[in-house]
């Protein structure tokens, strides 16, 4: 007697073999494959990507190492040669809010140091920062934001660290009246503070219409544009 096949049934066939021939996702979070071919080059397939409406298409770094590679490959995730395993998630793109920084797993450890908690940025529901502790006998050099260390957009971070006592030091800011003809113009000037309390020369100013490499980099942490050396 021969076999009987319900629409349901050829249905499901049919979709465990198309399963069966994806070696990418045919979906990842907010986007869906576009199409999949073997680079032999490479022993891995492609998958191509795009974004439903509204999210923002991120290449894996693998194939963003320059302009014109992120471009040619616009959309590439390496799924691998086992239909039975999941690509690793670092070499597939992303489909995000636009405008959400890149993700930055916060480090366990920092240098004499350790993480004590992650904080979550509510707005794009990840880890973007994280409290910290030094190990016994070290003193913590400071981030402008305290014990806390963060994601900068681009997925690097910025991190607190720790200092044995006799090579410990942390970054005092004063603010002083400006040259400037301008209202209310002033300066923030900086100098370093030592374990023992002693203190270096001022060697930092910020304001509102001078600019200097090295004073610079203050200056913007702390919300000013520009920054001029002063002795």
Known sequence: ???????????????????????????????????EWEWEEHDTYIGE??????????????????????????????????????????????????????????????????????????????????SYKCNSGYMMVKTWKGDIGWCRHDGTFELPYCMAPKEYYTIEFELVPGFSKMENAGRVRARHVYADGSTGNWYAGCDDHFNGPAAGAICRSLGFRHGKQIT
């Open 1 to 35: 007697m021969g076999m009987t096949f319900t629409t349901e049934s050829i249905v499901e066939m049919k979709k465990q073999d198309c399963e069966k021939q994806n070696y990418c996702p045919t979906l990842i979070e907010n986007g869906y494959l576009m199409r």
């Open 49 to 130: 990507y795009r974004c439903y409406p509204g999210f923002e298409l991120r290449n894996p770094k693998i194939f963003s190492t320059s302009k014109q590679d992120y471009e040619e490959k616009y959309g590439w995730g390496a799924c691998g040669e086992d239909r039975d395993r999941n690509p690793d998630p670092e070499n597939m793109p992303r489909c995000v809010q636009p405008g959400s920084p890149e993700p930055c797993n916060m480090p366990e450890k920092i240098l004499n140091g350790y993480k004590v908690e992650e904080i979550k940025n509510e707005l794009y529901d990840m880890v973007d920062q994280a």
